[in-house]
């Protein structure tokens, strides 16, 4: 473990560093990484797995007892704007070395108190059940990026020869299908991706200098658009959603582990796959 930190979600602006030297030392964190799936057994195997909400608790000690003192009115604000707006967006959230997970901190228990170093237990939720990191943003160009990608009739005509769709391969390194964010540029209108058997689509157009950003995760799922001046809107009812999940035109559909082709017409766009584990890893690079 390099870095930990919780940073506030009522006030996303304010970070408290959770292994600082001068401040709050976790000197240990053998419980983030314990995990256990809920499983359902079945009579030769099983019929669900899940990785749920827990609770765990985390030794640590503060030789400043103000920097304890506006870290517990953090962890209360945090606490206080969930529980009171229902709004999930309003945890904090917890990062190890760049694995991140939404959270709370909802008690500090001290077992000694100053002239030593204040020695404490720290009671957190952790509410996601998973730890998510991205991958690196994979760039599809749009085609005015890319001169002389197709070759030009050099005869006009009363009509028009169609560009061919675009392919291309997107990467998920892990094993598993896994969420993503996605980015789409304008200008284009009702643009659609097909990656693997699944086609997201959106039915509206975006204008030039705009984009929109779709983000499967669980718990977090969007889709909003921001224009040129950066003001955003919600637009989740523009995404095609079909059936749902395998129904082969669903917007959130996970992208599959592996290397899978994509196709799409003309505009640009990026993926980013959303790695997630039980547990943050034992080695980063």
Known sequence: MR???????????????????????????????????????AAHGIDS???????????????????????????????????????????????????TQAALITGIEPSRDLPD?????????????????????????????QPGLYLDYPYDHPYDYKAPTRGATTINSTGAPMPFKMVIFGPCTNPSITIGGNRYELTMTIPVGAYVTIDSQTGHKTITMTDINGDTTNIFDKATRGSGLDGGRYIFQPIPAGETNAQWNGFGWDLTIIMERSAPAWLTS
């Open 49 to 99: 797995a899940a990785l749920n909400a827990s609770t765990v608790q985390l030794e640590a000690k503060c030789a400043d007892l103000s920097i304890l003192d506006t870290a517990s009115n953090l962890f209360d604000a945090d606490i206080r704007a969930i529980s009171s707006t229902g709004n999930r967006n309003k945890a904090g959230t917890i990062t190890v070395d760049g694995w």
């Open 117 to 145: 170093p204040a020695k404490y237990t720290l009671t957190v939720a952790l509410l996601d059940g998973v730890w998510r990191k991205p991958a690196t943003v994979q760039h599809f160009l749009s085609d005015e990026l």
């Open 3 to 41: 870095t930990m930190a919780y940073t506030c979600g009522a006030t996303p602006h304010r970070t408290v560093d959770l292994i600082d030297p001068h401040g709050i030392m976790v000197n240990r964190i053998e419980s983030l990484r314990t995990h256990a799936w809920d499983v359902e057994l």
